[in-house]
Nanobody, 125 residues
Framework: QVQLVESGGGSVQAGGSLRLSCEASVAVGSMFYMGWFRQAPGKRREGVAVLERYGATRVEDSVKGRFTISHENANNRVYLQMNSLEPADTAMYYC????????????????????WGRGTQVTVS
């Protein structure tokens, strides 16, 4: 059973930064896609940033230029560096993974992912 464990959430003021970490129980490279989703109260879970096995990334428009996804194979971790945070970024952030290929333009679609962490809360005031 693959496990994904998120950490790094917290409360920050607008304009601040946080770095989220997702530790996987398997090699990051064993997943075709790994990334981050978020869910604000009363809203659907949405894709934020996804990393594809061979290095391509997909980033949601509202966070482009502010959020960066990266990985560290040695520690089986995927990171989300979040800068210039805004109150609209307040949400529970989830790490997700998908072992197999899919159409690239589906990379930020929640339903395409079968492996999920429990989430880490980010609150921006």
């Amino acid at each position: 059973q693959v496990q994904l464990v998120e950490s790094g959430g917290g409360s920050v003021q607008a304009g601040g930064s946080l770095r989220l970490s997702c530790e996987a129980s398997v090699a990051v490279g064993s997943m075709f896609y790994m990334g981050w989703f978020r869910q604000a109260p009363g809203k659907r879970r949405e894709g934020v940033a996804v990393l594809e096995r061979y290095g391509a990334t997909r980033v949601e428009d509202s966070v482009k230029g502010r959020f960066t996804i990266s990985h560290e194979n040695a520690n089986n971790r995927v990171y989300l560096q979040m800068n210039s945070l805004e109150p609209a970024d307040t949400a529970m952030y989830y790490c997700a993974a998908r072992p197999g290929r899919m159409t690239a333009n589906q990379a930020l679609v929640e339903d395409e992912y079968v492996l999920w962490g429990r989430g880490t809360q980010v609150t921006v005031s």
